[in-house]
């Protein structure tokens, strides 16, 4: 295969960074090693980018089941490459599920293999860094919360000082987590194909802080919010226009981004390819994301914004 290497849009990028999501490694999947495959594909063309990527960043879902087996293959994907100056993994809801043959918590597994794979020590499931001055925030289910996520007042309070600590900045904020906010993005039609009707209207979401966490983040400019979970693919403008949800979403100046699955099926979208995450670039003047298709390491054609297969922000 004919592989072209990242090359960021325009020169002087501040912050430069591959995101993947719901790469559901699985040793119990029909061909274990094709989601395995998906993944390693990222970190090999992240590894590649013309400029030094500054954080390969996965936005849950690593695994199908949070056990030692999938872990363990999560961690062949990253061994013997170096994709990033830091990996910084989210947890989303299938990292949080063990399973009766392996009672040991799966939260634990998460923290322990983050600090394998990572080469840093969390305390929580949720944590922030500031990485070349920007701050990228994480938000994390605490147990087991079903499909949605269990965040606790602690996590809430302690979200509310990162936003503060953020805002200082001047900069464009970064909020990972693995559940869209409720309703966003076609949720709930978009949790599931087909869709039941009857689902209720929190159905696929982050739970209920959904309005908690959105308004915390409405204080503030230039904040994204990136999401994964519903396994929708990737859409553009074009859905936008058709169906009123899309990829892309912009609310009260709050701009949403909810990842398609790297390595699961995808629905509801214009591309439903695996391998598929985003390049985040920041500049002075703009935050750019660029989906790609990391498997055949080529950015894909599905025109997101003004005529363009990318979504480019102007700082407010
Ligand atoms: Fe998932």
């Given amino acids: 295969m004919n592989r072209t290497p ?81 990996i910084l993994l989210c947890i989303g809801n299938h990292d949080t599920w063990g399973d009766d043959d392996h009672p040991y918590d799966a939260i634990n597994y998460f923290k322990e293999y983050t600090e394998i794979i990572c080469g840093r020590k969390i305390d929580n499931t949720y944590f922030a860094e500031v990485v070349n001055g920007y701050h990228l925030i994480f938000l994390g289910s605490e147990k087991d919360g079903g499909c949605a996520a269990y965040i606790s007042d602690e996590q809430i309070a302690w979200f509310e000082k990162e936003m503060e600590k953020a805002g200082k900045s001047g900069k464009p904020i970064f909020v990972f987590c693995h559940q869209a906010l409720n309703g966003r993005h076609g949720l709930p039609r978009t949790w599931g194909y087909p869709a039941d009707p009857n689902w209720p209207a929190d159905e ?81 003047d703009r935050v750019v994301f660029r989906p790609r298709n990391y498997y055949d390491h080529e950015f894909t054609t599905v025109v997101i914004r003004d005529g363009k297969p990318y979504a480019e922000y102007p700082l407010q």
């Fill in 6 to 86: 990242i090359k960021p849009l325009y020169d002087n990028v501040r912050l430069n960074c591959t995101i993947v999501s719901d790469t559901h490694i699985d040793y119990l999947h029909r061909t274990p090693a094709w989601p395995q495959a998906l993944l390693t594909a990222a970190v090999i063309d992240a590894e590649e980018n013309t400029v030094r990527t500054d954080a390969f960043i996965t936005i849950g879902d690593n695994t199908s089941d949070g056990i030692k087996q999938n872990w363990d293959m999560v961690k062949e994907c990253y061994a013997g490459h170096n994709p990033a100056e830091r």
């Fill in 204 to 284: 696929g979401g982050i739970g209920d802080r959904s309005e908690q966490v959105a308004a915390i983040m409405k204080k503030y400019k230039n904040v994204y919010y990136l999401s994964g979970h519903s396994h929708m693919g990737l859409s553009g403008e074009s859905m936008m226009e058709r169906e009123g949800f899309s990829t892309f979403e912009i609310e009260d100046g709050l701009r949403m981004i909810n990842f398609p699955t790297t390595a699961c099926g995808n629905a509801y979208c214009d591309d439903a390819s695996q391998g598929i995450g985003m390049q985040l670039e920041v500049y002075d």
